[in-house]
């Protein structure tokens, strides 16, 4: 009977659950669940609502029909769970946009140089980073800590909820710019900086490891034993693992609520450029390096939706971008000030006024302004991706949701001068089912699995066009603060 296993894969702004069976060479996927995912705000601090994240799951499991071999989680990185030695949740689980950490970034380069932590970790400085947060939670619930035996990512959490067994999934693991990326350990000295003892890491799994099998409890009528096994948890490794490249000469973007945009390598990129760039290098699967950038990504336009009342699809706001007045006003996407701000359009609004720019008015004006500054923002980190590897870059490989813009796709095409293949949409849950039947045996290794990935899901091409229309643009964009 062919393997089957299911991908948990939760976003910041929704989760699924969809199982996969491998017959043929090829994988056939089954959404068995959908629901939404938003940080709550109480007393001015956003949080994670993992409890009913967790039923989430249970329901998708308790719902599928069909036998099921495995099952793997990936999420968001850098965001935790502190749990006590009964495995009880010590504190609420702070989203990773929430203001605590505004300024702390500065607050720990004071004492230890940032050139020694890029050294050490080789991720980007980004102020929401597990060890700002850790550093402001020691600070600020000091009996957290106290009361605390294990330290979990939140898909290490689910795991742990299914399996009784905590562990340390690698790939994101990298992303909290606590681990050692020489080494492949937590940093001791890093830790130490900022109050938080070794001891709350349990051990370190790799993707493609069996965790265990569900407890018991979890699916009483079930009685085939179900395994777990860890994927590249953090939802952008999964992604990684399920570009369908064929050659070597390919950068990625993996498009959702962020745009991670970089490159696959077999070696850290830690460099004195590389610092400056902010670039970061975060763990893949199979011991390959994810040489990337953080761009703000759809979050932009998902807070705009949001803000309109939800009155407009994506479909329509990428309608009415395409029938607005190209090049009217530009913004720098990654911008701080982005990154939560109380009212999105107000913010973008007051950017464009302040840079001297015209101010967009209308939906279509506002999503044309994000949809033009992401795709000229992908120009500048391809740019310095070519500078930081010395890679010949010919093509972009777009997966997740957001490849389905089309209308993005062709202004990236047209913006990097690169052809784009946009495809799998569903790429961080392909990627995490990859894993899963790598481990069981059904596809020998990473090369074979993103073969698989092509024939079974294909992709669509967009060739760029003409670039004088955009080049003086491109000087306006590079001026931005
Ligand atoms: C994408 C992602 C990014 C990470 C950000 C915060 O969903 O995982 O890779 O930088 O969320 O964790």
């Given at each position: 009977m062919p393997k089957s296993c299911i991908a948990v894969d939760i976003g910041a702004s929704s989760g699924r659950l969809i199982r996969s069976t491998f017959e043929e060479g090829r994988l056939k996927l089954e959404e068995i669940h959908r629901f939404s995912n938003r940080m709550t705000e109480q007393d001015g601090h956003f949080f994670w609502d993992v409890d009913s994240l967790f039923q989430e799951i249970l329901t998708g499991l308790k719902g599928t029909a069909h036998r099921f071999d495995s099952v793997g989680i990936d999420t968001w990185g850098v965001d935790y769970v502190l749990v006590d030695k009964d495995g009880d949740r010590v504190s609420p689980v702070y989203a990773y946009r929430d203001h605590r950490t505004d300024g702390t970034l500065e607050k720990i380069t004071s004492v230890m140089p940032s050139e020694k932590i890029y050294e050490k970790t080789?991720?980007?400085?980004?102020?929401?980073n597990t060890l700002y947060q850790l550093y402001e939670h020691a600070r600020t619930r000091p009996q957290d800590m106290e009361g605390a035996k294990h330290l979990l990512l939140i898909p290490d959490y689910l795991h742990f909820l299914l399996t009784g067994i905590a562990t340390n999934e690698f790939t994101n693991a990298t992303t909290t710019q606590l681990f050692n990326i020489t080494d492949k350990r937590w940093d001791s000295e890093l830790l130490e900086a900022i109050g938080i003892p070794k001891s709350l890491f349990p051990v370190v799994v790799h993707p493609?490891?069996?965790?265990?099998n569900f407890k018991e409890?979890?699916?009483?009528?079930?009685?085939a034993p179900v395994k777990v096994i860890a994927p590249g948890t953090h939802d952008t490794a999964s992604a990684i693992a399920a570009?369908?490249?064929?050659?070597?000469d390919f950068a990625y973007i993996s498009s959702g609520t962020w745009s991670l945009m970089g490159i696959e390598s077999?070696?850290?990129?830690?460099?004195e450029l590389s610092r400056q760039y902010n670039f970061t290098n975060e763990g893949g699967v199979f011991d390959t390096v994810r040489v990337l950038k953080n761009i703000m990504g759809l979050w932009l336009i998902q807070e705009v939706k949001r803000l309109y009342k939800d009155r407009h699809s994506f479909a329509e706001l990428v309608r009415l971008a395409a029938a607005s007045e190209p090049f009217k006003c530009l913004v720098n996407p990654n911008s701080n000030r982005f990154l939560n701000p109380a009212n999105m359009v107000e913010e973008i609004q007051a950017y464009c006024g302040e840079t001297g720019q015209a101010v967009p008015e209308t939906p279509g004006e506002v999503a044309r302004c994000i949809f033009e500054s992401l795709a000229f923002q992908y120009r500048d980190v391809l740019k310095k991706l070519r500078s930081v590897s010395g890679k010949e870059i010919n093509r972009i490989h777009i997966v997740g949701g957001g490849c389905q813009n089309e209308f993005l796709n062709q202004l990236c095409a047209d913006f990097t001068g690169c052809t784009v293949q946009a495809g799998p949409m569903e790429a961080t849950a392909i990627g995490n089912l990859l894993l899963q039947h790598i481990a069981l045996g059904d596809i020998p290794d990473l090369k074979e699995g993103r073969k698989v990935v092509l024939e079974s899901f294909g992709n669509k091409t967009f060739v760029p066009s003409d670039s004088k229309t955009f080049l003086p643009h491109w000087d306006t964009f590079t001026r931005l603060p």
């Open positions: 080789g991720i980007q400085f980004l102020p929401f493609g490891t069996v965790i265990g409890g979890i699916l009483p009528e079930n009685d570009i369908p490249a064929v050659s070597e077999k070696t850290p990129i830690c460099t």
